[in-house]
């Protein structure tokens, strides 16, 4: 079937935006993961894996996720108009980070986020 965007007439906040995709296209190809094996230490003969998710595949993954940040954090999910909670995301790139990312942005929290690619502990 043809792929048609949501409506830029009614601008929706990111969570619904989200939500409305999932809900309306709960089969459609949401994500795609590339896992290229010589990015990860492994041999470069390895084969490169590619994962396909749906949107209902993905929202089980990023609601959960919301229930560990809530849990982890005492922060509740935000309302429009309350006040901001702001948290900081710092994580090796990769499909956990995006799931964490989207879980808080649906939380409504602000997110100030950093990748750990080529990141080295100094000792």
Same mark, same amino acid.
């Given at each position: 079937?043809?792929?048609? !965007?949501?409506?830029?007439?009614?601008?929706?906040?990111? !969570? =619904? %935006?989200?939500?409305?995709?999932?809900?309306?296209?709960?089969? @459609?190809?949401?994500?795609? $993961?590339?896992?290229? !094996?010589?990015?990860?230490? =492994?041999?470069?003969?390895?084969? *490169? %894996?590619?994962? #396909?998710? +749906?949107?209902?595949?993905?929202?089980? /993954?990023?609601?959960? @996720?919301?229930? /560990?940040? *809530?849990?982890?954090?005492?922060?509740?999910? @935000?309302? $429009?108009? =309350? +006040?901001? $909670?702001? *948290?900081?995301?710092?994580?090796? #790139?990769?499909?956990?980070?995006? *799931?964490?990312?989207?879980?808080?942005?649906?939380?409504?929290?602000?997110?100030?986020? #950093? #990748?750990?690619?080529?990141?080295?502990?100094?000792?």
């Amino acid at each position: 079937s043809h792929f048609m !965007p949501p409506s830029l007439e009614t601008v929706l906040p990111f !969570p =619904e %935006l989200i939500s409305q995709a999932a809900r309306l296209h709960p089969s @459609r190809e949401a994500v795609l $993961i590339l896992k290229c !094996p010589a990015s990860f230490g =492994e041999s470069v003969d390895d084969e *490169v %894996l590619l994962t #396909s998710l +749906t949107w209902s595949q993905l929202m089980v /993954d990023v609601k959960h @996720r919301m229930g /560990d940040l *809530v849990q982890g954090t005492g922060q509740p999910a @935000r309302r $429009i108009g =309350e +006040t901001p $909670i702001n *948290v900081g995301l710092l994580a090796q #790139s990769g499909y956990d980070y995006f *799931v964490t990312l989207a879980a808080a942005l649906m939380l409504r929290w602000t997110v100030s986020f #950093s #990748s750990l690619i080529g990141f080295q502990v100094l000792s």
